[in-house]
């Protein structure tokens, strides 16, 4: 098992994951500032896994041009 903590706008949080192995593509359902989307990727790479890409349901455009290492999230619905 492996963690990370992260900040949010409102407060901080931790997740955790089993370790493993294989390709992974992460959807969150809101990106605002980015602080889960990026501790999910720092997350699932430490704990062996290959990302294949990343995607939100919603974009609230406070992140403008966010990217996670050469990930760039697509969305379903963007704001701003």
Not at 4 to 25: C, H, I, K, S, W
Not at 31 to 43: C, D, E, F, I, K
Not at 58 to 79: H, M, N, Q, T
Request: charged fraction near 20%; proline fraction near 2%.
């Amino acid at each position: 098992m492996v963690d990370v903590a992260y900040d949010l706008e409102y407060g901080a949080g931790v997740l955790e994951m089993q370790t493993g192995r294989g390709r992974l593509l992460l959807i969150d359902d809101v990106l605002a500032t980015g602080g889960t989307m990026g501790a999910s990727v720092t997350l699932s790479r430490q704990a062996g896994y290959t990302l294949c890409g990343l995607g939100v349901l919603i974009d609230l455009g406070l992140a403008p041009g966010f990217r996670c290492d050469e990930l760039e999230p697509r969305s379903v619905l963007k704001y701003g």
